[in-house]
């Protein structure tokens, strides 16, 4: 049973970039979740999607955009890079319709902008 | 709001030693779930347990322990017999059943060292 897989590992932008990150859900969950994770933080929430839907959204700004795909997997879009967006992102997925509440994370992203 | 304060920000113990991770989370949500992920140098969180807020009875699985008190809004976590690979940082987080159902709120971690 795979579980969440996330591309690319590490990835090296500059300012003013823009950035695609992948995830696959794990086997048989709708739901795909994306946080940001700044070095020494804990998780922070990005947004949700479930049925190439966004449902809902953190505070985080326009420049982040995220798409659902019909086989659940999932990208998130950073534009216009800031240094303060280095962090890890990592994705996490759920069944809507079965455990919604618990969400299971990939490996994660992590993003460096020079 | 929704909130949930880690106060530990690192703790240390020798293999074998018992270790209690504290969490207070803060929610006007009467319905919630209460979490406890791990994050090894990898970087992948690993959920290792969940409570829900009508159930305060207290559980054991293997060398994990938890104790969820309502009236004082903490869910704190216990390794029984620490190990070496025990070594990692902790989060707590909260998901209530409102408005946000089914986004994850994060305290900021506790480091956990166990050394042998």
């Known amino acids: 049973d795979a579980g969440v897989t996330q591309s690319p590992t590490h990835l090296i932008k500059t300012r003013g970039q823009q950035v695609t990150l992948r995830c696959s859900p794990k086997?048989?969950?709708?739901?795909v979740s994306w946080y940001q994770q700044a070095l020494g933080q804990g998780p922070q929430f990005i947004f949700q999607?479930?049925?190439?839907?966004?449902?809902q959204r953190g505070n985080f700004p326009d420049r982040f955009s995220g798409h659902q795909f019909p086989n659940y997997s999932s990208e998130l879009n950073v534009n216009a890079l800031l240094l303060g967006d280095s962090a890890l992102y990592l994705c996490?997925?759920?069944?809507?319709?079965?455990?919604?509440?618990?969400?299971?994370f990939g490996p994660g992203t992590r993003l460096t902008v020079l | 709001a929704q909130k949930v304060t880690q106060a530990q920000t690192e703790i240390s113990v020798v293999e074998k030693e018992d270790v209690t991770l504290d969490c207070v989370y803060e929610?006007?949500?009467?319905?919630?779930?209460l979490f406890w992920y791990k994050q090894p140098p990898s970087g992948e969180l690993v959920f290792l347990i969940r409570r829900n807020s009508f159930d305060e009875q207290n559980e054991i699985s293997g060398r994990y322990s938890w104790n969820f008190q309502k009236s004082t809004s903490s869910f704190n976590f216990t390794i029984t017999a620490s190990q070496v690979v025990d070594s990692a940082v902790y989060f707590c987080a909260l998901s209530p059943r409102g408005s946000t159902l089914g986004r994850l709120y994060f305290g900021r971690g506790t480091q956990l060292t166990v050394w042998p």
């Open positions: 999607y479930y049925e190439e839907e966004e449902r």
């Open positions: 086997s048989g969950h709708d739901t």
């Open positions: 929610t006007r949500d009467t319905t919630y779930y």
């Open positions: 996490a997925s759920s069944d809507l319709a079965g455990d919604a509440d618990t969400q299971y």
